[in-house]
């Protein structure tokens, strides 16, 4: 069973309107973390948002914002106010602690993330 | 501050032929690990390394092998080439690997893309 589902392999939006990138996840341990990435066409993976397990706050970064529902085992991604720069591949990932301490990164399959002006 | 670092960026090889890829962390960061995304897919896990031990491995063939060196920059070695082998091999690092530990986010650096022929 995939640990990390992205199921919208692609979304568009207008410009400075608000996207939503879906997350779901799979797993029996209680610590982990959850990563949002953006890859633009350079390759380059760069770090976005950060939820810890254990965090009762949902997570926050400028115009970034996790959504995270335990219960659901979900961690959406939120992006508000797009901009053009924003049109990339998006992936969730996870990193399990508790049973696994090697810190490896789950990575879903991405959705591509498509900014109209 | 300089971000994580690898060489060489591109590089092409023909099967059979034996690989030596190098990354240089971000100043502080005793964990890395390496990743391997082919085209069209999310990254795969293949080794994590903190502070010079091996700490994880993921399904990949002993053809892959890796090392941390006493400065905490690293190499991956691939031999004997397959056509399957060409992706873009990504190295990221953190300053640890504590799962839920907002510190330990993984920084990737812009990847090195291997092509088999």
């Known amino acids: 069973a995939q640990k990390i589902t992205q199921t919208q392999p692609g979304m568009f939006v207008q410009e400075k309107e608000a996207v939503t990138l879906d997350c779901t996840y799979d797993?029996?341990?209680?610590?982990?973390?959850l990563f949002w990435y953006k890859q633009p066409s350079s390759g380059e993976m760069i770090f976005l948002i950060y939820?810890?397990?254990?965090?009762?706050q949902n997570a926050t970064e400028g115009r970034y914002s996790l959504n995270f529902q335990k219960a659901r085992k979900s961690a959406n991604l939120v992006i508000s106010a797009s901009q053009l720069g924003d049109s990339a591949m998006y992936f969730c990932?996870?990193?399990?602690?508790?049973?696994?301490?090697?810190?490896?990164?789950?990575f879903g399959q991405g959705t591509e993330l498509s900014v109209k002006p | 501050d300089a971000g994580v670092t690898q060489s060489p960026t591109h590089l092409i090889k023909t099967r059979g032929q034996h690989v030596t890829l190098r990354c240089s962390p971000i100043?502080?960061?005793?964990?890395v690990s390496w990743y391997q995304q082919v085209l069209g897919q999310g990254p795969q896990f293949i080794f994590q390394?903190?502070?010079?031990?091996?700490?994880g491995r993921g399904n990949f063939p002993d053809r892959f092998s890796a090392r941390q060196f006493p400065n905490y920059s690293s190499e991956l070695n691939v031999n004997a080439l397959l056509l399957g082998d060409s992706a873009l091999y990504l190295c990221?690092?953190?300053?640890?690997?504590?799962?839920?530990?907002?510190?330990?986010?993984?920084?990737f650096g812009p990847g090195t893309r291997l092509t088999v022929l």
């Open positions: 990932a996870m990193r399990e602690g508790l049973y696994n301490q090697g810190g490896k990164l789950i």
């Open positions: 990221a690092s953190s300053y640890g690997t504590a799962a839920t530990s907002m510190n330990n986010e993984q920084f």
């Open positions: 390394y903190y502070e010079k031990e091996e700490r």
């Open positions: 797993t029996s341990d209680p610590s982990y973390g």
């Open positions: 939820q810890g397990s254990y965090d009762q």
């Open positions: 100043s502080g960061h005793k964990s």
